[in-house]
């Protein structure tokens, strides 16, 4: 038996970025930062860790509508890594999170006065999807 499973509470660098799939599948990706604190002889530190997340269909759409960068959230879901090859041949890799639970955290009225409207889809075909 294997468990993948990660759970993030951060705030989100900036927007959520929507893209549809050929099929109308929304598809949101974002980027949620994760702050440790701790002292070290007397000096308090800390380290940022930034993690990019993607967010699939009805939850991808909610993120893209609700979410806007500085929101805190509440992020479950696995971690993935693709590969891919560049336009010079390259192979490269990511390591992402595929959200499959999202939470608004903070007040009531952090997102209500930045709701962005929902925009039109942007048809991207599947082979040019970046993430």
Same mark, same amino acid.
């Given at each position: 038996?294997?468990?993948? =499973? &990660? #759970? !993030? ?16 599948? /929304? ?15 007397? $000096?308090?530190? *800390? $380290? ?26 509440? @992020? ?8 891919? *090859?560049? =336009?010079?041949? @390259? ?5 992402? #999170?595929? /959200?499959?639970?999202?939470?608004? !955290? ?5 997102? *209500? ?8 889809? &942007? ?5 040019? @999807?970046?993430?």
């Amino acid at each position: 038996m294997s468990v993948n =499973k &990660v #759970i !993030l509470i951060g705030n989100l660098g900036a927007d959520p970025e929507i893209r549809y799939t050929p099929s109308g599948t /929304a598809v949101a990706n974002f980027t949620l930062a994760t702050t440790e604190q701790w002292t070290k002889n007397g $000096k308090k530190e *800390e $380290k940022t860790e930034w993690h990019k997340i993607l967010a699939w269909g009805n939850l991808g759409s909610i993120c893209g509508q609700y979410l806007h960068k500085g929101k805190q959230v509440y @992020i479950e879901g696995k971690i993935q890594t693709r590969s891919w *090859e560049d =336009k010079e041949g @390259i192979k490269r890799y990511t390591t992402e #999170i595929n /959200a499959q639970t999202m939470q608004m !955290l903070g007040s009531k009225s952090d997102g *209500e006065s930045t709701r962005r409207p929902v925009e039109p889809p &942007v048809i991207v075909p599947d082979d040019e @999807i970046p993430f």
